[in-house]
């Protein structure tokens, strides 16, 4: 008998018992034979302001376990059309931020060596970088859904080329995106000027500000997401698209931003896309709020494992 890849039955074993791997799905130390395998990735030596996203992992572990299987909006039950397991963390070097890069790509890449898909819990944004590295060695160059408030598309700090404030002018350097083939969904906030949305809009970066949502809506979001069918995506999402009224356990927060609600809306728009990998970052649980944030992070990776599952069918 195979293993099943699926949370245990909380009528028989409570919620609130069990080891925490996310959703109490099956801990796999290999990704072989997975569809989807969810890697925590404990690292926050990239951040600019606060710290403490090495924690998120095992914070959004702990809150994910009252998510139940099936999903009402999307219509699917992911666990029946999908083998997922918890793969555990990256051993991630807190001292070198260039020494974790490569134990990040080469973790991510054994995943994708093994036809499963990478759903990365950071840590912190700077790690997009190597996971996209590996995803573009496996894949090509792929289309790029990134919510944030932030571009993260900064030349360097502090003399610093690397960290979360660079990753996607770093990943365009490299070729790993194409930017014409790339949304950012939640800008916002105070900049030094003008020209920090310069590198992202001559390079035909597509930009959706959090005002535009909110005066126009979501549904005002859908073209730009439409535009990438057929391409292979990679979702990088930045729990500070959200505002901090949702999502305060976080580094660098600013105002006026989504809704969960409209975060969840945006995410499930991603139905129909080829997702080929993606990450949810930036959750510092030290500042956050009796786990709400954490919460929130949890659902958004089973939205998207939920979106991920749609494209396979069902039973299989
Ligand atoms: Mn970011
Ligand atoms: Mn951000």
């Given at each position: 008998m195979t293993e099943?890849?699926?949370?245990?039955?909380?009528?028989?074993?409570?919620?609130?018992?069990?080891?925490?791997?996310?959703?109490?799905?099956?801990?796999?130390?290999?990704?072989?034979?997975?569809?989807?395998?969810?890697?925590?990735?404990?690292?926050?030596?990239?951040?600019?302001?606060?710290?403490?996203?090495?924690?998120?992992?095992?914070?959004?572990?702990?809150?994910?376990?009252?998510?139940?299987?099936?999903?009402?909006?999307?219509?699917?039950?992911?666990?029946?059309?999908?083998?997922?397991?918890?793969?555990?963390?990256?051993?991630?070097?807190?001292?070198?931020?260039?020494?974790?890069?490569?134990?990040?790509?080469?973790?991510?890449?054994?995943?994708?060596?093994?036809?499963?898909?990478?759903?990365?819990?950071?840590?912190?944004?700077?790690?997009?970088?190597?996971?996209?590295?590996?995803?573009?060695?496996?894949?090509?160059?792929?289309?790029?859904?990134?919510?944030?408030?932030?571009?993260?598309?900064?030349?360097?700090?502090?003399?610093?080329?690397?960290f979360h404030g660079t990753p996607f002018r770093r990943a365009l350097e490299e070729g790993l995106y194409d930017p014409r083939a790339t949304v950012q969904v939640g800008i916002r906030g105070p900049v030094y000027s003008d020209r920090d949305f310069a590198f992202g809009a001559e390079h035909g970066v597509t930009v959706v500000r959090a005002e535009e949502v909110h005066r126009h809506g979501e549904e005002s979001v859908r073209p730009h997401l439409e535009r990438l069918r057929g391409r292979k995506v990679y979702v990088s999402f930045d729990i500070d698209s959200v505002d901090p009224a949702f999502a305060p356990g976080t580094g660098t927060p600013e105002v006026g931003g989504l809704t969960s609600a409209q975060a969840l809306e945006l995410v499930r728009m991603l139905a129909g896309l080829e997702i080929v990998g993606f990450d949810i970052v930036e959750v510092s649980p030290p500042y956050d709020q009796s786990g709400i944030t954490a919460m929130l992070a949890a659902n958004v990776l089973f939205e998207l494992i939920a979106v991920i599952s749609l494209s396979r069918p069902a039973g299989s």
């Open positions: 099943p890849f699926e949370p245990p039955n909380a009528f028989r074993s409570p919620r609130f018992a069990q080891l925490s791997t996310f959703m109490r799905l099956p801990y796999a130390r290999y990704p072989a034979g997975l569809d989807v395998a969810i890697l925590g990735i404990p690292f926050d030596g990239g951040v600019s302001f606060r710290s403490g996203a090495r924690f998120g992992p095992k914070e959004i572990r702990s809150n994910s376990l009252l998510i139940r299987p099936y999903n009402p909006v999307l219509r699917t039950l992911p666990f029946s059309r999908l083998r997922v397991a918890d793969c555990g963390d990256v051993d991630t070097n807190p001292m070198d931020i260039l020494d974790t890069y490569r134990r990040v790509e080469e973790a991510v890449g054994r995943i994708l060596a093994a036809g499963a898909v990478p759903a990365c819990v950071g840590g912190d944004h700077s790690l997009s970088l190597p996971i996209l590295r590996a995803v573009a060695g496996a894949h090509g160059r792929v289309a790029l859904v990134h919510f944030d408030s932030h571009q993260d598309m900064w030349e360097e700090y502090f003399g610093n080329r690397y």
